[in-house]
Nanobody, 129 residues
Framework: QLQLVESGGGLVQPGGSLRLSCTAS????????IGWFRQAPGKEREGLSC????????NYADSVKGRFTVSRDNAKNTIYLQMNSLKPEDTAVYYC??????????????????????WGQGTQVTVSS
């Protein structure tokens, strides 16, 4: 059974940093493209970042570009999202998701939730003073 588990969320002051982890069980993350998403109350799920397989290309939404960094640790079967310079508007539940398409890249400039099949349960990030 494919399972993703996010961790690392919490309460942080504006300007602070957090590192989220997305750990897989039941499959090897290196064979999948991984996306990070968030959803705030009353808002649609937003694609933030993704990392492909193979050459590990990455993409970022404009809202987080320059502040968030996605990376892989294949030995730990884990994807990370390093979040710096956090703002109150970054408050949301953060999710990771996995996808694999043998015909075309999933990790593209526009990070669409509908392209991803396997989702974690989410971790809450609250940015507040």
């Amino acid at each position: 059974q494919l399972q993703l588990v996010e961790s690392g969320g919490g309460l942080v002051q504006p300007g602070g940093s957090l590192r989220l982890s997305c750990t897989a069980s039941g499959f090897t993350l290196d064979n999948y493209e991984i996306g990070w998403f968030r959803q705030a109350p009353g808002k649609e799920r937003e694609g933030l970042s993704c990392i492909g397989w193979g050459r590990y290309r990455t993409n970022y939404a404009d809202s987080v570009k320059g502040r968030f960094t996605v990376s892989r640790d294949n030995a730990k079967n884990t994807i990370y999202l390093q979040m710096n310079s956090l703002k109150p508007e970054d408050t949301a539940v953060y999710y990771c998701a996995a996808a694999r398409d043998p015909f075309q890249p999933v990790c593209t400039e526009v990070i669409r939730p509908g392209r991803y099949d396997n989702w974690g349960q989410g971790t809450q990030v609250t940015v507040s003073s």
